[in-house]
């Protein structure tokens, strides 16, 4: 069966601070694909990131990164300089034979 | 372009009264999934649909729950009777082939059964 895992429920930070978002999943698929998602307290869902299990490369896009380990099952999220508008439950979700979203972490950024 | 578009965007209903909820995908996407989401047990895909057809629908909790998507741009979730624990938000996303793909989510539709 599939699996994700986000261990830190809860996390706040200090505006500025970096901050960095565990996932951790469990699948048999060889292949397999990965995906954050950010819920503002609007409650909509938005797309942050996709990856395929067949690469690894790290990603970066402005003050958001991606590290993907498939060694540990990781797909771990980093916020530099975090901002008061970071403040949001993310969620990570693995797709192979099912789909599946973590339980989601709830940042909050104070100013 | 328009994204995923759901109604009625809030729902306040009685125990036992039918409740349909809409969504209308993003168009050209070929895959349309429904969610739920509660505080207890988080995100769960109910059912997917790729052209239309129902493909996976073993996350739909019993049978007061039924999905249809009777075309391309249009999907119903219907709960008959409703009870109080379907209260929750209820989320239409949509994707170009599948759950592979991205998923893009509309903004929900909130259900309260008193």
């Known amino acids: 069966a599939q699996k994700v895992t986000q261990a830190q429920t809860e996390i706040s930070v200090v505006e500025k601070e970096d901050v960095t978002l565990d996932c951790v999943y469990e699948t048999r698929d060889t292949t397999y694909y990965l995906f954050w998602y950010k819920q503002p307290p609007s409650g909509e869902l938005v797309f942050l990131i996709r990856r395929n299990s067949f690469d690894e490369q790290n990603e970066i896009s402005g003050r958001y990164s991606w590290n993907f380990q498939k060694s540990t099952s990781s797909f771990n999220f980093t916020i530099t300089a975090s901002q008061v508008v970071d403040s949001a439950v993310y969620f990570c979700?693995?797709?192979?034979?099912?789909?599946?979203f973590g339980p989601g972490t709830r940042l909050s950024v104070l100013p | 372009d328009a994204g995923v578009i759901q109604s009625p965007r809030h729902e306040v209903t009685e125990m036992g009264q039918e409740v349909t909820l809409r969504c209308k995908p993003i168009?050209?996407?070929?895959?349309l999934f429904w969610y739920r989401q509660t505080m207890m047990r988080g995100l769960e895909l109910l059912i997917y649909f790729n052209n239309n057809v129902p493909i996976d629908d073993s996350g739909m909790p019993e049978d007061r729950f039924s999905a249809k998507m009777p075309n391309a741009s249009f999907s119903t979730l219907k709960i008959q009777p409703s009870e109080p624990r379907d209260s929750a938000v209820y989320f239409c996303?949509?994707?170009?082939?599948?759950?592979?793909?991205?998923?893009?989510f509309g903004p929900g539709t909130r259900l309260l059964v008193l």
């Open positions: 996303a949509s994707s170009l082939w599948g759950r592979q793909e991205t998923q893009y």
């Open positions: 979700a693995l797709s192979g034979q099912n789909f599946v």
């Open positions: 168009s050209g996407h070929n895959s």
